[in-house]
């Protein structure tokens, strides 16, 4: 499964990614995925859908899912602020390009994460959902999240 970041990882042995606040929580996401960051824009409830895709938005004439992964992650959704964004990104889901446009607190920066310090979810002590992570990375002295994009979508 880690594999996925050599693979995605340039030569020097990192890995670009878009660092992201949802809740408390900082995530990385593979800065490749991310297609645009915009300001929230209206949303559209869609009846009977599961609460972590619980709407549409309309992106340069796309419909496009908006997910709020605060629910897989036990998180309570919260009202929107001034820093909250919209990260469009696109996932090969089924050998097919999908789009989803992912609810932020707060996006913080482009970086390069080092791969040495990408570790596996600890299985006691945290709160987080292992099968919705792909590995936890050192930033700084803080540890960030590499979210399984597909898996917390499905």
């Known amino acids: 499964m880690m594999t996925d970041f050599v693979e995605a990882g340039r030569a020097d042995g990192t890995l670009q ?3 992201l606040g949802i809740g408390t929580e900082t995530f990385a996401l593979e800065a490749g995925m991310v297609r645009e960051i915009i300001d929230p824009i209206p949303t559209t409830r869609v009846a009977g859908a599961r609460p972590h895709l619980a709407h549409i938005v309309n992106v340069r004439g796309n419909v496009v899912p908006l997910a709020d992964i605060r629910t897989r992650f036990g998180m ?6 001034p820093d909250t964004r919209f990260v469009v990104i696109e996932l090969d889901i089924d ?9 932020a607190d707060k996006v ?8 040495e ?12 959902r292992p099968e919705y992570i792909r590995s936890i990375v050192k930033s700084g002295d803080d540890f960030v999240i590499i979210p399984d994009m597909p898996q917390l979508l499905n």
């Open 76 to 81: 309570p959704v919260t009202a929107a602020t």
């Open 17 to 19: 990614v878009v660092m």
């Open 95 to 103: 050998g097919d390009p999908i789009l989803v446009a992912l609810v």
């Open 117 to 128: 310090t990408r570790q596996q979810v600890p299985t006691i002590g945290t709160a987080w």
């Open 108 to 115: 913080f920066e482009v970086t390069a994460v080092a791969l």
